[in-house]
């Protein structure tokens, strides 16, 4: 089945620093979303992506986040100036026009110190 | 309105056992509902899902029941194995765009 990728797996950085978490939708998909997950909790949604604009986001979203499509395969969500709350386990997903399920990828373990 | 809540958050059954997982909604504009099997370290894959038209959806072992006039649905998974250990989310949404999902429930089947 194909999937979803994420890079990397794993990152921690300092509160302040700017991240960028990177994924690779599967390749005929034409919606993709970023979730996160605080350990524990539910899966939250943050931002969905279509026709290169955003479609709708979440209050979590906010002035420090977005999202970018910089070529045909990447999708990327940049955090700015990262807080302790921020840490999570970040999760790309993306669907194709016809199809409602949903397809996620592995996440990155967000680590903010 | 936005919320989904799902119960019981943790849940102990012997191979083979039925477990059934719930879960409430209030958003009556919701019109999929989906349930996502997570296994540690993996992100969410869909299990089975179920639009507000039908009051039952089974594929395999594993069936959603659907009342709409209680603004409910379930998972039951038959004859369950310990591989069906993992967490189960429950969600919802609108248009099948942005999942609302349940607080999880974390199954352990014992052999």
């Known amino acids: 089945e194909p999937e979803v990728t994420q890079t990397p797996s794993h990152q921690v950085t300092q509160m302040g620093q700017e991240v960028i978490l990177r994924c690779v939708p599967i390749?005929?998909?034409?919606?993709f979303y970023w979730y996160r997950q605080i350990l524990g909790q539910k899966v939250e949604f943050l931002v969905s992506f279509y026709n290169n604009e955003i479609s709708e986001k979440s209050e979590i979203f906010d002035d420090q986040f977005s999202v970018e499509r910089p070529d045909g395969s990447n999708f990327t969500l940049k955090i700015r100036s990262t807080k302790l709350e921020d840490s999570a386990m970040y999760f790309c997903a993306s669907r194709d026009r016809y199809n409602e399920k949903l397809f996620f990828g592995s996440g990155t373990q967000l680590s903010v110190l | 309105q936005q919320q989904v809540k799902q119960s019981p958050q943790s849940l102990i059954v012997q191979k083979g056992g039925i477990p059934i997982i719930n879960c409430a909604y209030e958003?009556?504009?919701?019109?999929?509902f989906p349930w996502y099997q997570q296994f540690p370290g993996k992100g969410p894959a869909l299990l089975i899902a179920i639009r507000p038209d039908v009051s039952e959806k089974k594929e395999g072992r594993f069936t959603i029941s659907f009342n709409k006039s209680a603004k409910q649905f379930s998972l039951h998974i038959m004859d369950s194995q310990p591989g069906d250990s993992a967490t189960y989310f429950c969600a919802a949404s609108k248009d099948t765009d942005k999942l609302i999902f349940g607080t999880g429930t974390r199954l352990q089947v014992f052999p």
């Open positions: 958003n009556t504009a919701f019109d999929y």
């Open positions: 390749s005929n998909h034409l919606y």
